[in-house]
């Protein structure tokens, strides 16, 4: 299975914007939905956003019409774009196969002023 490596997470105050990216050591192209997903301290891990390998997207309520998913095959890549960014958007980010699989280390996003 290929391996996960999620980056670009950081500090950013309210209402700012962040990219993250996610590169498998392996196709993704035959997976048919990848998702990005989120664990804040002391809650459990959430599915924020979704896109099957034709482009077609779902997100949670929390994130919907500030997050942008996408997915490049070519480059064994998923993005989510992040924007009016709030405090409880406060978490690490990964990305998965939604039907399972291993996990990367993730990547830190704080929202603070």
């Known amino acids: 299975q290929a391996q996960l490596m999620e980056s670009g997470g950081g500090l950013v105050q309210p209402g700012g914007s962040l990219r993250l990216s996610c590169v498998a050591s392996?196709?993704?192209?035959?997976?048919?939905?990848m998702g990005w997903y989120r664990q804040a301290p002391g809650k459990g891990r959430e599915l924020v956003a979704a896109?099957?390998?034709?482009?077609?997207?779902n997100y949670a309520d929390s994130v919907e019409g500030r997050f942008t998913i996408s997915r490049d095959n070519a480059k064994n890549t998923v993005y989510l774009q992040m924007t009016s960014l709030r405090p409880e958007d406060t978490a690490v980010y990964y990305c998965?196969?939604?039907?399972?699989?291993?996990w990367g280390q993730g990547t830190q996003v704080t929202v603070s002023s």
């Open positions: 998965n196969n939604v039907k399972g699989g291993p």
């Open positions: 896109v099957t390998s034709g482009g077609m997207t």
């Open positions: 392996g196709s993704i192209s035959n997976i048919y939905v």
